[in-house]
């Protein structure tokens, strides 16, 4: 871990210069020059926003937004080519320029030398938000997962590898379980997977928990977030907790058929001043909260990585009304990282940022400041 830290720190803060979209969505094939700051995309539903999201979460190693994407699907309706090519240039000292190649299968490289992705994810580390995970105050307990593992993916290098042999185990107990099976032997194998997912996620939200100081300006009231065991109690050493729990709910995993027990069932609880956020507070005010939470997030990455994250912000100001507005990219700019964000309401040319209005694809860049 020390020598991963030592490298992680070398590295310069950066972002993007310009990206290249080329046979890509609905995108018309060019190269887009962004702000160090802030860039906005504006436009209709359905006009292109999301796939240039999508295309820049591709380039840093990422891959598309929803999980299942065909590779297939990516190409551009009817272009008669089934290769995707997305260039980025960062936006440091060296310039390094990444290309990312899709067809039946990804392509990744630096200046013409091979990367995998994994080390893509450490040169440029970037945190994208869908709408789903902006109702990650009242929505279902994935989106909240999902915010536990972007984060810990970027800050300790084997959480994503680890967390996909839990989740292999849990596939495995699942189909022993379905055939009438004993379980033992796998319990045993997802001992020290599930009590050190749970250990990491326990130590994220606390790093989480830290930063959400710094976000009283989104914050409607003082919150609290806590991990909740998925099927477990709280004992405080997370193997017997792991134990316990599946003695417990030995005979109820039995006549269901499912694991009720582990990571894969955790949850984060949200308290805003004490009560259940998704209870107490308004529409608005949730959103509020959510992007507290991912803003409070990406200050965690940046802590621990000594740089800022990228952040992609998916329909980033529904729900708000003027004042949330105002407060959330007064906090966009107070972070001092590129951000880029996307919205189908339009903005007065006062906006603190770079404008670009998308329209079936095409791209122009409506105002600079």
């Known amino acids: ?125 970037v945190l994208s938000f869908l709408p789903n995970d902006m109702s990650i105050i009242e929505g279902p307990a994935s989106f909240r997962r999902r915010l536990m593992d972007m984060v810990l ?69 003082p919150t609290d977030i806590s991990l909740l065991r998925g099927g477990a109690g709280t004992l405080p050493v997370p193997e017997e907790d792991f134990r316990s729990s599946l003695r417990l709910n030995k005979s109820r995993e039995e006549a269901m058929k499912v694991p009720m027990v582990g990571p894969h069932r955790d949850d984060i609880l949200i308290r805003a001043n004490g009560a259940p956020a998704a209870l107490s507070l308004s529409r608005g005010f949730r959103r509020r909260t959510a992007i507290a939470l991912i803003l409070a997030a990406a200050e965690g990455v940046r802590r621990k990585l000594g740089k800022n994250p990228v952040l992609l912000l998916d329909e980033i100001t529904a729900e708000l009304d003027s004042d949330g507005r105002n407060i959330l990219f007064c906090a966009l700019t107070e972070k001092n990282t590129q951000v880029f964000a996307s919205t189908a309401e339009p903005f007065a040319e006062s906006f603190p940022g770079r404008i670009y209005g998308i329209d079936s694809g095409r791209v122009e860049t409506i105002n600079e400041n």
Do not use: H
Not at 178 to 192: F, K, V, W
């Open 153 to 221: 993916a970027l800050i300790v290098p084997v959480y994503a590898s680890r967390l996909n042999d839990y989740r292999r185990g849990i596939r495995q107990k699942t189909a022993i379980l379905r055939n009438g099976g004993r379980t033992e032997l796998i319990d045993r194998a997802l001992l020290p997977l599930a009590s050190w997912v749970w250990k990491m996620r326990e130590e994220a939200l606390t790093m989480i928990s830290e930063s959400m100081n710094d976000m009283c300006g989104l914050l409607p009231c």
């Open 1 to 125: 871990m020390s020598l991963i830290w030592v490298i992680l720190n070398r590295i310069p803060e950066m972002g993007y210069s310009r990206v290249r979209f080329n046979n890509f969505r609905n995108i018309e094939p060019r190269e887009i020059q962004w702000s160090p700051g802030l860039n906005l995309l504006t436009g209709p539903n359905g006009s292109g926003k999301t796939n240039i999201l999508e295309g820049i979460n591709i380039v840093s190693g990422w891959g598309p937004l929803e999980r299942g994407t065909r590779s297939s699907s990516l190409p551009t309706w009817n272009s008669g080519s089934s290769e995707v090519q997305l260039t980025g240039q960062l936006d440091d000292e060296n310039g390094e320029i990444i290309k990312v190649k899709i067809s039946s299968r990804y392509t990744v490289r630096i200046d013409e030398r091979s990367i995998t992705a994994t080390e893509l994810r450490w040169k440029i580390p």
